[in-house]
């Protein structure tokens, strides 16, 4: 994983930082130059600067969690599985609708010597592979591709670990007349029927039902800044409050973050991300992700077939809130 | 004289004053056709489903009317009417979700955007879940889904068939995620119904899209359509948005859909409970038990005590 070598890109809320660190760079450079020892100094400084991003990452708003779990430099799918896997081989196709799409990826891996089907949306490295990518936007035939790898993994008795990162699906002529929605109508049904582990972790953006159409599974995870949606606040904030400025309000009232969706009971387990996101450490959150899963994949490992499905089926047959009157 | 005819010659015989006519169609006695203009006796277009006697069009109607169309008198029992939603998120845009809610519990009746219940249409016992775009524009939230699910669940325990009338515009935004895992939920209920061999038909109206296509709406064995509904995925509006350029004028509706091989057949509403009986009976088991033998009439080995009052018995 070489993203962290490269030029940080910043996000507003990270100025008063950047402030800080260049601060901290003038100083050494002065001492240097007048040859004192400042050592004492910059330590301090380095200090609270390691504290004030703490602060500032422990007390994002959602809008600013958003701009977090969209950042172009955020791992995707294809960089955690090689971070996490022994070995890995990507595979192609849905074998019907005549195109590969590179937005959602797949294939078999080792975890910790354990055969396993991976998957997950996968958004571009920069701009030529986003578009190459559709930017993590999956069309029907991606949600088919899933599907059968999931029942290949369902076949062979190999646990199934989906990552989330999209902004939802496609939403293009050809996904309409391919059948986006019963591309994804269909993996959710029968991802209730597979028979081994599914695991589900939103890595990123997990935007509606692009998001779903992999997230049927045992165990809901999501790292700390990641997002999941019933709508982009984008579009929300256009249809409700008919003005698409109000985003940032829409962020707020949907409750997306991963703290929010555990208080809703959607959400089994939080991933802690390192101090100032995942892309400031991809490899520590890496191992993060892969801890957790081998934790998750014992427990899930111990159940029969029938137990798994049916405590799958309850993990969603709960989900909801309403009253019932009596009569 | 065709019904047709008959419906031609009552407009003509009516030449009525335009002042009377205006009056009248505030008092909705006629009813003004919003694709053709051509006025028609209300009374006709409900004995004619509320489908345009003169250009076909198919007017919207409520849930309630949709179940008196399609299930025999006197058979109907609602299943959970006491669901109400609540406000999860304490979700405010330009107004509160509980403002939006009473009011438009106020306004319609109803309590949220579907009615569920036990049945029999033409004599064959089944379950039946009718979404109301009235409320809300029939927008899928926890009562939604947590209703489809037990009418599934219900049907899947007495061995019925389940057919659920689509009309909606997604998931409901006001309750955030537990809307968007009403998708999930539902089709778990139905993949249990399936693997129990039993039938399920949605038939999809106008407008039937985001959340709910992506979910039971396309999750039919057989799928059924009104003519000319507009059906799919993303909204025509954001599909314009991501191409910059004008869409085809069928695009996304049921023709379309036809076309492109994701709805089995188009059946306007005035066909719709015959071709609904007629699918049912097709997957009636072969050869038939002596007791469907004589009646071609469904009856399970138990009975749900709602319907034994007035279903048929071969005996
Ligand atoms: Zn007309």
Redesign the interface.
Known sequence: MTLSDRKPILLDFEKPLVELDSRIAQIRELAEENDVDVSDQIQQLEARATQLRQEIFSSLTPSQRLQVARHPRRPSTLDYIQAISDEWIELHGDRSTGIDDLALVGGIARLDGRPVVMLGHQKGRDTKDNVRRNFGMASPGGYRKAMRLMNHANRFSMPIITFIDTPGAYAGVEAERLGQGEAIAYNLREMFRLEVPILCTVIGEGGSGGALGIGVGDRLMMFEHSVYTVASPEACAAILWKDASKAPQAAEALKITAADLKALGILDQILPEPIGGAHADPLKAAETLKQALLENLAELTRLSRSQLKELRYQKFRSIGMFTQLSA | MSLFDWFANRRKSGSLSKERQEREIADGLWSKCPACGVLTYTKDLRTNQMVCPDCGHHLRIFADQRVQQLIDPGTWRPL?E?????D??K????KAYQDRLRETQDKTGLRDAVQTGLGQLDRLPLGLGVMDFRFMGGSMG??V??KL?RLIERATRERLPVVIVCASGG?R?????????????I??????H??AGLLYVPVLTHPTT??V???????GDIIVAEPKATI????RR??EQ??REK?PDD??TSEYLLT???VDTIVPRTQLKQTLAQLIRLHQPYPPSPAQASQFVHVPDHLPESLSVNSVRAD
């Open positions: 959970d006491d669901l109400c939603p609540v999860p998120l979700f405010r845009d330009r926890s009562v889904g947590e699910t998931a935004m006001q309750e955030g995620m537990l809307s968007l895992m009403q998708m999930a939920k089709s778990a209920a139905l993949e249990r399936r693997e985001g959340g296509t992506a979910s039971f709406a396309m999750l799919g995925f993303a909204g954001v599909v991501t191409l869409l695009f996304q492109h091989g994701f």
